[in-house]
Structures are given as structure tokens and as C-alpha cells.
């Protein structure tokens, strides 16, 4: 046993020296304000759904207490479902216990070793371990470039994947999804997309990205998104056409050998889901915030990447600059996460800022000062 200590203890003072040491920090009843949660409708922090939570009758349990496939399902979850492939114009949606799992599930279904997938080189690590997973033969594209994308489908000799974010979460860019999607139908390649970030903010209704881009399922046949974010809830779905969520539901081992969510849960998400598609003025908040911290941003000489969505990385470089300045903006009232590599590719450590509906113009003009504070700091 000892031995196995030296080891791990080893290893963690690699991760120190090298600023790469992660822990976790405690939400309390003074904690500062989070500038880094996805919690972009404020829905997380609603009272309506804390109230929800009590309000379920006493017949529907906490817990599923089985996989959806032996004793789990539960007429909440088939609400839920059903609430979410409706919204999505989709044939039918399955729920995973996070969005993770729902990415695996999607890759063992998918993918095989004689499948390729072609994936955006910032896409987010499930997809990226899923393919891994799969051994599917992995390709990966330059950012957002679609003659980097072409190239690659060009390349394939038989079936093909294309798998990417919508919103990618570190960057806040936005995949050209239409564009994508006319490519996969000229190359016959099967279009997936991860809605983690896009579900809820973004499109007409809210439903994401997708919608945004106008894409319907013919175009665009998988959809994943997650219910921990804008929904401010838990776990995720998987949306498509009737035949490919049987199969999920046969091979999908993230699905058939977990337990099921919580019933209760799925019943606070569907009253999350109709608040959410009765104010849409909660996605035009959101965009005057987004607004509101770029401009005040750049008038302070703050720098900025092109992101137009609720995720502004600002890019540092270095691992001990991006902890310091994080450092300075929790001692200031702010917290904001340092994303540093591997999460990001290696020399572009950031502060990855998140807004929401619920922050005011007051708090985004302190977090201004204080990030510039903070940069003063990081720098010398």
C-alpha cells in the first residue's frame, strides 16, 4: 500500500510543479459570485423549481432504483421524452444519466472499428473518448474550417461519422452547422451533434443550434443535449429518429447498465422545460449581458477572443497566469475558473467567464474592475 501512495503522491507533485494541480471549491452562503457555471437561464437558482421538487405527489420516489430497461422508467421520464423530442422536431429522445454517458452510449452505437468519425479538433472530451472507446478510426479537422472538414471526408473510403460540438464550451464559438450539414449529405456522411452548450439559449424556441441553423432531422439525425445546463436541472438526451433510439436502447451500455435519474427530477425538468418556453425575455437577458460585458470589456482594454455567446474565454497563455489571475478575482468577490491544458490545447490557459440571465449590469461592472485588477496581476 505504501507503494501505491509514493505513486499517487508522486504523480500529484508533477501536476503541482507544473500549476496543473485541480481542486475543488465549496459553494457556501458567502462563496463569490460564479462567473463559471452553465446556468445560463438562472433556471438552477429558480424558486418555481425548488417548489416543483415538493410539489411532485408523494407516489412518484426520489430514486429510480433500476436501469430504465429492467424497472427504472417511470411516466415522468416518458414526459420528459416527450416534452423534449416535441420542442427538438425530432421522432423521439432517450434520456442518459449525464451528458458524458450519453456521448459513450452514443459512440458504442454508433461507431466500430470500421467507422470512421470525423470529429472538430475542439470538440469536447466525451466525443473524443467515445470514438477512442470504439476504436473507430478517428479523424480530426482543424476548428471550424470546413476545407479542413471536406479534406477529411474526401479522405474516407467507407462509412462515415461527422461529429461535433454546436456551442464548443471552451471557446464559445459556434460549428457552421449548415455548411457541415451540406458536406455530410454531398461525402454521405451521418451528422452528430452535441448540443451541450446550444440547447436552450440558442434558435427561435430555445432549442438550440440546430434550430438556429434550420436543420431539420434529415439533416442533422442525432442530437445530444444536456439538462444540467440552461435547463438548470440534471442528466441528457439523445434525440433522433424512432430507429435509432431502439437501437440505443439495445446497445447503449451507459444507458442498460446504469441506474435510471431520478423520477423526481425528470418531473422538475419538464416544469423547467415550460418555464423556460414561457420567457423566452430569460434568452434575450442572457444576450443584453453578453452584450453589456463585451462592450464594457473592451472599452477597459480587457482582451477578448470573437466569442459572441455566453462563454468569454480570456486567453492568458501561461498555467501561472491564468491561477493568478483566477486567485485574485476569488479574493476580489468572483469566481472564474483557470482552464489550463489539457482541457485547452497547451499554451492557451484562460479565464473561462460564463454569463447568465440572472447576473445584473452591477455585478458584470464589478467583475470588470476586478478583472482588471486581476490581469494587472497576472502579469508581472
Not at 507503494?3 to 508533477?14: C, G, K, P, S
Not at 472538430?120 to 479523424?139: F, T
Not at 446504469?258 to 415550460?274: C, L
Amino acid at each position: 500500500m505504501t507503494n501505491w501512495i509514493n505513486r499517487w503522491e508522486a504523480r500529484l507533485d508533477v501536476l503541482n510543479s507544473a500549476h496543473r494541480l485541480r481542486t475543488r471549491r465549496l459553494h457556501t452562503s458567502v462563496a463569490p459570485i460564479c462567473f463559471c457555471d452553465n446556468d445560463y437561464l438562472g433556471l438552477a437558482h429558480h424558486p418555481s423549481l425548488s417548489d416543483a421538487w415538493y410539489q411532485v405527489g408523494a407516489e412518484i420516489p426520489v430514486g429510480s432504483a433500476a436501469s430504465p430497461l429492467v424497472s427504472g422508467h417511470y411516466p415522468t421520464h416518458q414526459t420528459l421524452e416527450e416534452r423534449i423530442a416535441a420542442w427538438l422536431g425530432r421522432d423521439r429522445a432517450l434520456l442518459f444519466s449525464s451528458g458524458f454517458a450519453a456521448n459513450l452510449g452514443l459512440a458504442q452505437t454508433l461507431l466500430t472499428p470500421k467507422t470512421s468519425v470525423v470529429q472538430d479538433r475542439y470538440n469536447h472530451a466525451s466525443l473524443i473518448d467515445g470514438a477512442r472507446l470504439m476504436r473507430a478510426p478517428l479523424k480530426r479537422y482543424a476548428h471550424c474550417d470546413l476545407a479542413s472538414l471536406e479534406a477529411r471526408l474526401r479522405s474516407l473510403s467507407g462509412p462515415g461519422v461527422v461529429w461535433t460540438d454546436s456551442v464548443f464550451s471552451m471557446d464559445g464559438t459556434v460549428a457552421p452547422l449548415q455548411q457541415i450539414a451540406a458536406l455530410c449529405a454531398r461525402y454521405d456522411a451521418l451528422l452528430a451533434v452535441d448540443e451541450a452548450h446550444g440547447f436552450g439559449v440558442m434558435g427561435p424556441t430555445g432549442a438550440g443550434a440546430v434550430e438556429a441553423a434550420g436543420l431539420s432531422q434529415d439533416l442533422v439525425p442525432v442530437v445530444m443535449g444536456t439538462l444540467g445546463k440552461a435547463v438548470g436541472c440534471q442528466g441528457a438526451f439523445v434525440a433522433g429518429p424512432s430507429a435509432l433510439i431502439e437501437l440505443l436502447e439495445n446497445d447503449a451500455r451507459t444507458l442498460i447498465y446504469s441506474t435510471a435519474e431520478s423520477p423526481r427530477m425528470s418531473a422538475v425538468t419538464v416544469a423547467a422545460i415550460a418555464l423556460m418556453q414561457a420567457h423566452p425575455e430569460w434568452r434575450l437577458q442572457l444576450e443584453d449581458n453578453v452584450q453589456y460585458f463585451r462592450a464594457r470589456a473592451c472599452a477597459e482594454g480587457i482582451p477578448l477572443t470573437d466569442s459572441k455567446t455566453a462563454i468569454q474565454p480570456i486567453i492568458l497563455g501561461a498555467d501561472a497566469r491564468a491561477l493568478a489571475a483566477s486567485q485574485v478575482l476569488w479574493t476580489e468577490g468572483y469566481w472564474v475558473s483557470a482552464i489550463r491544458p489539457p482541457t485547452v490545447p497547451e499554451g492557451s490557459a484562460r479565464l473561462r467567464i460564463t454569463l447568465s440571465a440572472r447576473h445584473r449590469f452591477d455585478q458584470i461592472d464589478g467583475l470588470i474592475a476586478a478583472l482588471a485588477k486581476a490581469l494587472e496581476v497576472a502579469s508581472r
